[in-house]
């Protein structure tokens, strides 16, 4: 009875994780998994009947129990199942073996500043803290991966040499951010409908509606929790359009861009990629801070970026 008060600040969630939380990517995210089902549902059935009903088929089939065979197929499928979701774990897991192996631990090199930023970052989120690993890829661009501490976070040695000090924060915000609403997580297992024979290729472009999603709340929490919408916005720009031309991508550029954009075969192009175009993350990432704005959350948070004493490249 007397330890209500302990619980209640426990569950008590930073303001930014409520505010970048979307429960209608759950609803896509349902939409999604239940479609991929019907589909491999639809497939099987159409597998059954054609056993059953099929003219050629039926007299070799004859002899043989219809729901005998049936719940042997259903068996059959479960344990492939289940082999399968272990193949797919076992392989996150050496993933990070592979990283710990040939990647350097961020925390050895002159950006251990990262680690110790994240580490504060982790305890304002409530999530368990995540590993950075640095590789040697020239592409810029950042991932995160796991199913359960540790998660790991890797950027690539372009991230490093190419972006500010102040854009790695916001791509290592935007990458907890897939961590700590569970993106990663889900990933994992949606991994086993998107390697289902002929069907995965399909299961992953209706399942990718949810990606999309999780990368506008990802880039959502970055800019909630670093209460600075440039910061998020240039990051995005230098990790898609490259450190020479980012100051290019000016407001003329990207008004252009936009209107260009504007139309449904953008749109339906757009499905087939598992991250949404730049031109609408910036769009969307302007109108969240335009809601901030309006709602008087903006300056609510002391901004943990203020006090740390790194010097910009
Ligand atoms: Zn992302």
Redesign the pocket.
Known sequence: MERKPKTTQKAEAHIAVRQARRSSDFVVLGAGIFASLAIMAGVFFTGVASVLYGEEIVDEYAATDPAADFIGNAIGFGIVAILLLAVILTLVRMMRQQMLGNALQVEYSDYAWLREWSNTVASDLQMPRVEIMVTQDPVINA??FGFASPYTIVLHSGAIRWLTHDQLKAVVV??M??VKYHHTKISTYLGMLRLVPVVGAVNGWLLDFWSRR??YT?DRLALCYLRNNEQVKSSLIGVHVGPDVARSFNEVARQWQVYMTSNYFNRFTQTFSS?PFLVRRLARLDSSAAQLLASGAAGTVPSKTSSSKVVEK
Do not use: I, N
Request: glycine share 10%; charged share 20%.
């Open positions: 991932y995160a935007h990458e951010g897939h999780a990368e990802a991250h």
